[in-house]
Structures are given as C-alpha cells and as structure tokens.
C-alpha cells in the first residue's frame, strides 16, 4: 500500500495551484481502504492557501471517514518533505501515534515516520479532557 499511495500523493501533486511559490505539494491518505488526495493551494492572500496535507485530510473527512490508516507526502524537495506544523496538528486529530507518515520526493527518497514521531506530545481532545 506504501507504493500506492505514494503514487496517488504524486498524481495529487500534478493539480497544485502555486501561482506564487511554484511549490508543488501532493499528499494522499488512507482512510476505510479508500485513498484521498490532496494538492496545496495558494491564494493571493498567503493565510488563505491550505496545504495539500489538509486538503487531503479534509476531503476524507467531508466523506465521513474520521480515522486515517496512512499518509504519504511529496514534493520537489531535496530530503523527503515534511508537514508544517499546521499540517501535523490535522494529522494528529485524525491519526493513531502509529499510524504510517511516509514522507518522500521526486527522487524517491522516501522515510517512514509515525504520527508520534511527527507530532510528538501533539494537543488532543484528551487535553481537554474531552473524548472523541
């Protein structure tokens, strides 16, 4: 499945809108056996562009799926790209400490993280002493 959905996280990346940075990003994440994919998405207004992380994310989500099994993320990048903060605090809502991160680039370097290890002591509901 690793390989999959590294390879829909490419395809995504294909759909970016970076007029501004010329960034590309494409993310794909594994919910309920379905793959979502997701491209970043700028806006004049820089607070206002979502990242491909998210979108991702939120397409499964607006789908009904609430827990992530898997995610993959690339980018035109030297090392294997990594979430921003904003990014890993999404994740962290609907993903397990172990749930796979695989974060990679266009020249297939490719490391396998845990949610856990991306976010570490991420803010939860439990925090709020909440439940989910």
Request: charge should be negative; proline fraction near 0%.
């Given at each position: 499945?690793?390989?999959?959905l590294i390879q829909e996280a490419l395809e995504a990346?294909?759909?970016a809108y970076t007029p501004y940075s010329h960034f590309q990003v494409g993310?794909?994440?594994?919910?309920?056996?379905v793959i979502y994919r997701g491209c970043n998405i700028e806006n004049a207004s820089y607070g206002l562009t979502n990242c491909a992380e998210r979108t991702a994310v939120f397409k499964?989500?607006?789908?009904g799926k609430k827990k992530i099994e898997a995610v993959a993320?690339?980018?035109?990048?030297?090392r294997p790209v990594s979430p921003c903060g904003a990014c890993r605090q999404v994740l962290a809502e609907f993903c397990d400490s172990d749930t796979?991160?695989?974060l990679t680039n266009l020249h297939g370097h490719t490391e396998e993280w845990s949610m856990s290890r991306l976010l570490p002591g991420a803010f939860?509901?439990?925090?709020?002493?909440?439940?989910?």
């Open positions: 499945m690793k390989d999959k990346r294909k759909q993310a794909a994440v594994l919910a309920d056996g499964a989500v607006s789908e993320v690339v980018a035109d990048t030297e796979k991160i695989y939860s509901a439990a925090d709020m002493d909440k439940e989910i």
